[in-house]
């Protein structure tokens, strides 16, 4: 009985300790927590787990409302989301290389994220491809190595293309304290040439190009003022030349670096963005890319914009530009997302935020999560990084963003991340179109193409029997179907029931979707169920009679995630552990466990 000091008046003083305690810390939680001078005080006070927990809560709740179209169609959503950034050009052993891309594809990932760097490539002069470490090799080789060790694998690569060989610099250089190579081209259309030079040679191989990265920073821009419209030429030219070379290939913006100075040295990527579309840019990318990091918060803050930092949900104000200006049907990539974690005692102040390892791991989880859940226009996100290849690069702080070290050591961010990218697909809120990855079609099914459907494809059959399945997680969902003389029936079961929240008819112990209409009608959407519990639903679509095509399904969640309670939970436990511990200093029990943990 000793251990829980059940004294009457200790109960009553500890009682009401833990009152006050807990109203002080949830007053400065939620007063001080997003303000950068008391961050310092309150992770202290509560730690980085819990100080997020209260954050994600308290903006969860008084989040403002957003302008993002989350239900309308939008391109390149469809393909599995998992990527990560490689440095496989570094490495000398070809051995390396597949052991890496190996131990990528196990862990799940769908992409990889490479750059390609035209100051490396053609050089030593225009039209000239020779490797700057081995005279008389073909600087291609490199890249010829990963593409086709990641086509073995089946792994989809992406080229970031950048950086500017000496021969194609302006001269003199605009400034002296910053890296040569990363100065735009003194002519873009050597840039364009070089483009159309790359996408020529991986015709067939890699699909996806993003043209620079961070042009809002004057460290990726040659040292000066970032200027969206000598960028937009850039990007106007690279886009042009790749798709006269191959048109199906898919052309994504640089990279905006989250960040909100203003200055000769860099630009918010909000106003970076809006002058992008001022400046014509609109025409010349099929996604918008971004670096999405967490930075000091976790993935569940829910502030979009602050005064003196970015977080993860800083993509959303980015997609309300994109809306504001007529570009919702384009989906926003993230070409870096990410927590650092420095090792204890680190001797420098952290640059990018740090967490443990096991908050690295839980994060980074989460940040696919809640992009799953909530935010439908944001598509493949790519987690910096993978493993740097140099032992000297243990003395960087970006080094601790990997998932493997130097050594081959799997963190724990590798196994969390794997568990999350081996599991089977879910459709969450959204737009989905019929090529989604969590889509699984049966025999019977073709992809048609028709200028009518949403974006131009159906999936259809006259096959009796023919079946689509998949796992949903939302609180209702329609079919997009076209509708007319011509269309048949389908049957639909969720969770192996013909009715369970179910909003069509039941003829024959069937619940029965009829297509058929007096006229011809594309892109109509047929409500299906309502009413979902939360959780995950299994359902099966299956041809009836006649022919049938499937433009997509348009879901939506009217509850806050699962997740959000999870830590409402974790707060209350939290706290009340706290409070209780501050008011019961001399108990017996609390001495013991503070005993045993020093």
Not at 460 to 467: I, Q, V, W, Y
Request: aromatic share 10%; net charge neutral.
């Amino acid at each position: 009985m000793s251990a829980g000091c059940h004294s009457p008046a200790r109960w009553r003083i500890g009682h009401l300790c833990a009152v006050i305690v807990l109203v002080l810390i949830i007053g400065v939680g939620l007063v001080g927590i997003s303000r950068a001078p008391v961050r310092g005080l309150v992770v202290r006070l509560l730690g980085v787990r819990l100080k997020n927990q209260i954050l994600a809560v308290y903006t969860m709740a008084t989040a403002r409302p957003t302008q993002t179209d989350d239900l309308v169609p939008i391109a390149h959503t469809s393909v599995p989301p998992y990527a990560v950034n490689v440095f496989l050009d570094q490495e000398v052993e070809t051995a390396n290389v597949a052991r890496t891309l190996d131990l990528v594809k196990a862990a799940g990932f769908h992409f990889i994220k490479q750059e390609l760097l035209w100051s490396n490539v053609e050089r030593p002069r225009k039209g000239l491809y020779e490797d700057r470490r081995v005279p008389g090799k073909s600087a291609w080789a490199n890249y010829d190595r990963i593409v086709e060790l990641a086509r073995q694998r089946g792994l989809e690569v992406i080229f970031r293309i950048d950086t500017t060989p000496e021969w194609a610099r302006p001269m003199p250089l605009p400034a002296a304290d910053h890296i040569p190579e990363r100065t735009p081209p003194r002519d873009v259309n050597d840039f364009g040439d070089f483009v159309a030079t790359v996408v020529r040679r991986y015709k067939g191989q890699v699909h996806y190009y993003q043209i620079w990265n961070e042009p809002n920073l004057a460290v990726e821009w040659g040292g000066q003022r970032p200027d969206p419209a000598a960028y937009v030429r850039l990007l106007r030219v690279a886009y042009i030349r790749a798709k006269e070379v191959d048109p199906s290939v898919v052309i994504l913006s640089a990279a905006l670096a989250p960040t909100v100075q203003n200055d000769a040295t860099a630009m918010p990527d909000t106003l970076f963005l809006q002058a992008m579309y001022d400046a014509g840019a609109r025409p010349y990318f099929d996604i918008l890319s971004t670096n999405a990091y967490g930075l000091r918060d976790g993935p569940d803050d829910w502030r979009f914009t602050q005064p003196n930092d970015v977080n993860f949900s800083h993509p959303v104000v980015l997609r309300e530009i994109m809306v504001r200006n007529g570009d919702a049907g384009k989906p926003i990539w993230a070409s870096e997302i990410g927590w650092n974690s420095l090792p204890p005692n680190w001797p420098e102040p952290p640059l990018w935020g740090s967490v443990s390892r096991d908050l690295q791991a839980e994060y980074t989880v989460r940040a696919y999560q809640r992009a799953a859940e909530q935010w439908p226009w944001m598509g493949v996100m790519a987690v910096w990084h993978f493993r740097m290849v140099y032992p000297q690069n243990q003395q960087s702080q970006q080094y601790y963003f990997d998932m493997v070290d130097v050594n081959w050591h799997k963190e724990p961010i590798y196994f969390a991340l794997q568990r999350l990218m081996t599991s089977p697909p879910v459709l969450y809120r959204g737009y989905h179109q019929e090529d989604h990855w969590a889509l699984h079609w049966g025999p019977g099914w073709a992809r048609v193409a028709d200028p009518r459907a949403s974006l131009g494809y159906v999936e259809e059959s006259s096959t009796a029997g023919a079946t689509l399945s998949f796992d949903i997680n939302a609180a209702w969902f329609d079919l997009v179907a076209p509708a007319g003389p011509s269309w048949g029936r389908l049957a639909i079961t969720i969770d192996g029931l013909p009715f369970e929240a179910n909003r069509l008819p039941i003829v024959n112990g069937q619940a029965v979707l009829d297509l058929s209409a007096p006229s011809e009608r594309w892109q109509v959407r047929w409500p299906v169920a309502d009413g979902l519990g939360p959780g995950v639903h299994h359902v099966e679509v299956r041809v009836l009679s006649g022919r049938a095509a499937i433009d997509g399904i348009v879901a939506d969640s009217i509850w806050p995630p699962a997740r959000l309670f999870e830590t409402i939970a974790g707060v209350l436990a939290g706290l009340g552990v706290l409070g209780w511990t501050a008011a019961h200093p001399r108990c017996p029990a609390v001495i013991e466990k503070r005993e045993r943990s020093q």
